[in-house]
């Protein structure tokens, strides 16, 4: 699998000089949400959104590299508080109060590559190309006290306009086992698992 997308790297990289009009640096900023799954509590919430930025570099219709910051910040389904209101092992179950849910408030660092094809339009309007993609790279994660970082994987569809213009949508997942805590160091945990999905709006230079 490794010697396979290193082939189709390199041979979209090397594309580049047949295909100069389609590579340059771009830069945008969007929408983002985040979800996760926690297993330890046996549940999947949502846990907030905010503002994406991302930079990236297109090489080609096939291949780029990109960097992003992104923020998660809002209510989420867990308590923080066990043995309250709200707790699911209390007996009988009781609701609980709005403060005993958890805050996010979270910042996503990434750092990757996207490969896919980008198929040519036409329109009354713009013409340029659509590429779907996969992405694959490596994520750093920080919320209050604590940090973790590891790979992620997604996939992807970017509308491409002759004029510059950009449209960059996507959607990524993570499995964060290990955390850094302020403190007590390095803790591993049951898997999170994080997915982000983003639209971004942008222009290539």
Known sequence: MKKILLTAC?????????????????????YTFTKAEV?????????????????????????????????????????????TPGDPGATPPVPATPDQFYQADGKTLKTGVELGYGFEFNSDIQNGYVRPYLSAGYLYYEEDTIDSDTFYYGVGIHFQGDSGAYINVSYD?????????????SVNTSDIDLSQGSVVFGYRF
């Open 10 to 30: 390199l041979s979209a990289a090397l594309c580049a000089p047949a295909m100069a009009d389609d590579s340059g640096f771009r830069m945008g900023v969007g």
């Open 39 to 83: 297993d330890v509590l046996g549940l999947s919430t949502s846990y907030g959104d905010g503002i994406k930025w991302e930079l990236g570099y297109d090489f080609n219709r096939f291949l780029s590299i990109t960097a992003s910051y992104e923020t998660n910040k809002g209510d989420t389904d867990i308590v923080e508080v066990a043995g």
């Open 173 to 185: 997942f993570a499995s964060l086992d290990k955390f850094n805590v302020s403190g007590l160091g």
